[in-house]
């Protein structure tokens, strides 16, 4: 049993067609759930889950108060009956193999974590400087980070743990326990010191004790790039989260793991200039990343609740 968790925040009409895509998986509906779980304020995503639930005899809905997108999939594991968790977000869209190949890979015992492509879904004419970042070759194929873009060579193989991101991550359930979850991620914008790195945990865990982690191109989806995310000014604002972000592994760990130290480094290399664009915003990133970074740390000298969340031996 594959359990799909599917955090939700105020994107009623994204969430539809993530449901949407999930009718058609190759993968028969019995031997997968898909649990929603709500963030929001109101009740549209209850409504919508309600009517899959109807079509299509699998969905549960779950309504989590607490903020975070952390929270939510702890609350998805919490509540699933499969023993493969596949976390991904309300703005993607499965393919129709997403499933069925995730479930293969996972017939070998040996296998902790599989993830896929995350194509771009573009919602608007897309800038000529984003165009140029998409293009550019990134981990051995074609990668925007902090859209959670990334497109890799079709095939299956083994792949570097830190390049399966949450919005299209399977592992095993005993595999993310023994992890200790995820750390804080895609808090609100007021909440932002408590932010950390996100699915980290799992990679560090997987890393450490050598399991597999396997890219399957099969086990591809397509993520929404909205048009408010398609600007500069989101970039610069995600490059000072990724500030807080390093911030809170360097704090945490009381160490900065290469792997994980050189993610912003490894970020910058499709920026490399070629426009005026490209130069500016490349400018702005490294300035953004390093106040990010600084304001962190003050936050962490400062404000005791800042260092009691940083030090919390679990957040599951």
């Not at 977000?89 to 296998?111: C, K």
């Not at 095939?155 to 359930?173: D, E, H, M, S």
């Not at 909440?191 to 086990?219: C, E, N, Q, Y």
């Given at each position: 049993?594959?359990?799909?968790v599917?955090?939700?925040?105020?994107?009623?009409?994204?969430?539809?067609?993530?449901?949407?895509?999930l009718?058609?998986?190759?993968?028969?509906?019995?031997?997968?759930?898909?649990?929603?779980?709500?963030?929001?304020?109101?009740?549209?995503?209850?409504?919508?889950?309600?009517?899959?639930?109807?079509?299509?005899?699998?969905?549960?809905y779950?309504?989590?108060?607490?903020?975070?997108f952390?929270?939510?999939?702890?609350?998805?594991?919490?509540?699933?009956?499969?023993?493969?968790?596949v976390?991904?977000?309300d703005?993607?869209?499965?393919?129709?193999?997403?499933?069925a190949?995730?479930?293969?890979?996972?017939?070998?015992?040996q296998?902790?974590?599989?993830?896929g492509n995350?194509?771009p879904?573009?919602?608007?004419v897309?800038?000529?400087?984003?165009?140029?970042?998409?293009?550019?070759s990134?981990?051995?194929?074609?990668?925007?980070?902090?859209?959670?873009?990334?497109a890799?060579?079709?095939?299956?193989?083994?792949?570097?743990?830190?390049?399966?991101?949450?919005?299209?991550?399977?592992?095993?359930?005993?595999?993310?326990?023994?992890?200790?979850?995820?750390?804080?991620?895609?808090?609100?914008?007021?909440?932002?010191?408590?932010?950390?790195?996100?699915?980290?945990?799992?990679?560090?865990?997987?890393?450490?004790?050598?399991?597999?982690s396997?890219?399957?191109?099969?086990?591809?989806?397509?993520?929404?790039?909205l048009?408010?995310?398609m600007?500069?000014?989101?970039?610069?604002?995600?490059?000072y989260?990724?500030?807080?972000?390093?911030?809170?592994?360097?704090?945490?760990?009381?160490?900065?793991?290469?792997?994980?130290?050189?993610?912003?480094?490894?970020?910058?290399?499709?920026?490399?200039?070629?426009s005026?664009?490209?130069?500016?915003?490349?400018?702005a990133?490294?300035?953004?990343?390093?106040?990010?970074?600084?304001?962190?740390?003050?936050?962490?000298?400062?404000?005791?609740?800042?260092?009691a969340?940083?030090?919390?031996?679990?957040?599951?």
């Amino acid at each position: 049993m594959l359990s799909v968790v599917i955090p939700t925040h105020q994107r009623p009409d994204l969430l539809e067609i993530a449901l949407e895509a999930l009718q058609y998986q190759a993968l028969p509906l019995t031997e997968f759930e898909v649990i929603v779980v709500d963030n929001s304020v109101d009740s549209s995503a209850r409504s919508i889950a309600s009517a899959f639930q109807k079509r299509l005899g699998n969905v549960r809905y779950i309504r989590e108060a607490s903020p975070g997108f952390h929270t939510c999939c702890h609350r998805g594991v919490q509540a699933a009956r499969g023993d493969i968790i596949v976390f991904t977000h309300d703005d993607v869209q499965a393919t129709e193999t997403w499933l069925a190949s995730i479930a293969r890979n996972f017939e070998d015992p040996q296998v902790a974590l599989v993830g896929g492509n995350c194509y771009p879904d573009f919602r608007d004419v897309v800038p000529k400087w984003l165009t140029k970042l998409w293009q550019r070759s990134v981990f051995g194929g074609h990668a925007i980070p902090w859209l959670g873009l990334l497109a890799l060579p079709t095939g299956r193989r083994t792949i570097n743990p830190y390049l399966i991101w949450n919005c299209n991550l399977a592992v095993r359930k005993d595999v993310f326990t023994a992890a200790g979850g995820f750390h804080p991620d895609y808090m609100p914008p007021q909440m932002v010191r408590f932010r950390g790195d996100g699915s980290g945990p799992v990679s560090d865990f997987v890393m450490k004790h050598r399991l597999l982690s396997i890219f399957d191109s099969g086990a591809s989806v397509y993520h929404a790039v909205l048009p408010e995310r398609m600007t500069t000014d989101f970039l610069e604002r995600r490059a000072y989260d990724q500030g807080v972000i390093d911030s809170y592994v360097h704090l945490r760990n009381n160490r900065c793991e290469p792997l994980r130290a050189s993610s912003f480094k490894a970020y910058l290399r499709a920026f490399e200039p070629e426009s005026a664009t490209l130069v500016r915003l490349r400018q702005a990133l490294i300035a953004n990343f390093r106040q990010g970074f600084l304001d962190h740390q003050q936050m962490y000298q400062s404000d005791p609740e800042v260092r009691a969340w940083i030090h919390k031996e679990s957040y599951l």
